[in-house]
T-cell receptor, first 110, second 115 residues
Framework: AQSVAQPEDQVNVAEGNPLTVKCTYS??????LFWYVQYPNRGLQFLLK??????LVKGSYGFEAEFNKSQTSFHLKKPSALVSDSALYFC????????FGAGTRLTVKP | DAGITQSPRHKVTETGTPVTLRCHQT?????MYWYRQDPGHGLRLIHY???????DKGEVSDGYSVSRSKTEDFLLTLESATSSQTSVYFC??????????????FGQGTRLTVV
């Protein structure tokens, strides 16, 4: 069965520094990978996706993600973090269903 | 925002009672999902639907049933609520097209407390 793993429960970065939130995946065919963000007391919001094509995917709010087939990873990145980026981030993989990782809480400190 | 409405938004119920949560969409999307969100577990898939009357189990389906009699509505029923089903429940919708229009859109969630 397809799955994703987020190895870090918590990531802390200083404002202005680059950030990375890690995700690895396990699928039997071509991966359809996603990143979502959740702000307090809200539903999840779509950030970006990898379906096919370029390994570097750009998404909303300045986020990007790098697909690495050899390492089965899909890490979320941003060159310069903002305090407003503080939220819960989820990686997901899709077949007919959609499975999520356990989430990583990102805290950006001023 | 995608047209997804979950009802009720909050509910407190007693152990052993049946509970039904409703997800209504106005996007005519084929796929609908029910998830539960618990600290430390992220989102876990309960059931999903890939068309009217077409449903399948997810990771944590025990104690839950679903029905989809029309495209716009997907109902989640807790047959006999238990305290372990206290959670926040999210509905999501998506399409599945050759153009990769595959991302999911989420409702605002239903906070269910079983006492």
């Amino acid at each position: 069965a397809q799955s994703v793993a987020q190895p870090e429960d918590q990531v802390n970065v200083a404002e202005g520094n680059p950030l990375t939130v890690k995700c690895t995946y396990s699928v039997s065919g071509n991966p359809y990978l996603f990143w979502y963000v959740q702000y307090p007391n809200r539903g999840l919001q779509f950030l970006l996706k990898y379906i096919t094509g370029d390994n570097l995917v750009k998404g909303s709010y300045g986020f990007e993600a790098e697909f690495n087939k050899s390492q089965t990873s899909f890490h979320l990145k941003k060159p310069s973090a903002l305090v407003s980026d503080s939220a819960l981030y989820f990686c997901a993989v899709r077949d007919n269903d959609m499975r999520f990782g356990a989430g990583t809480r990102l805290t950006v400190k001023p | 925002d995608a047209g997804i409405t979950q009802s009720p938004r909050h509910k407190v119920t007693e152990t052993g009672t049946p509970v039904t949560l409703r997800c209504h969409q106005t996007e005519n999307h084929r796929y609908m999902y029910w998830y539960r969100q618990d600290p430390g577990h992220g989102l876990r898939l309960i059931h999903y639907s890939y068309g009217v009357k077409d449903t399948d189990k997810g990771e944590v389906s025990d104690g839950y049933s679903v029905s989809r009699s029309k495209t716009e509505d997907f109902l989640l029923t807790l047959e006999s609520a238990t305290s372990s089903q206290t959670s926040v429940y999210f509905c999501a919708i998506s399409e599945w097209t050759g153009r990769g229009n595959t991302e999911a859109f989420f409702g605002q969630g239903t906070r269910l407390t079983v006492v």
